[in-house]
């Protein structure tokens, strides 16, 4: 499956966003889908996932209670709402899909398939 991410660009601290990611096929469905995100000179991380067929919901501390993940199955998408946006949420975020297990779910080499990457980029 190939995944494409949309939706970063440039706000104010406090400002929201919702990114999105498109899946090409109907395979999207069996996979638990994530958002990881890097920042310039710092190793890709953990953001959020949702599980692949109870819908539950992963969240990193960080961003716990600001952001919401979300997925739709009929349109092969996954979207990450992004409210009380921060100076440190300042990164390129990334889509993630794959047979994630539940004790590796922040881990990036547990998913197979990854987007592109969308920058966003929060002002003070």
């Known amino acids: 499956v190939q995944l494409q991410a949309s939706g970063g660009g440039l706000v104010q601290a406090g400002d929201s966003l919702r990114l999105s990611c498109a899946a090409s096929?109907?395979?999207?469905?069996?996979?638990?889908m994530g958002w990881f995100r890097q920042a310039p000179g710092k190793e890709r991380k953990f953001v959020a996932c949702?599980?692949?067929?109870?819908?539950?919901?992963y969240y990193a501390d960080s961003v716990k209670g600001r952001f919401t993940i979300s997925r739709d199955n009929a349109k092969n998408t996954v979207f990450l709402q992004m409210n009380s946006l921060k100076v440190d949420d300042t990164a390129v975020y990334y889509c993630?899909?794959?047979?994630?297990?539940?004790?590796?779910?922040?881990?990036?080499?547990?998913?197979?398939?990854w987007g592109q990457g969308t920058l966003v980029t929060v002002s003070s």
């Open positions: 949702v599980w692949r067929d109870t819908g539950r919901t």
């Open positions: 096929d109907s395979s999207f469905s069996g996979y638990t």
């Open positions: 993630a899909g794959g047979n994630v297990i539940l004790s590796a779910i922040g881990a990036p080499d547990n998913y197979n398939h």
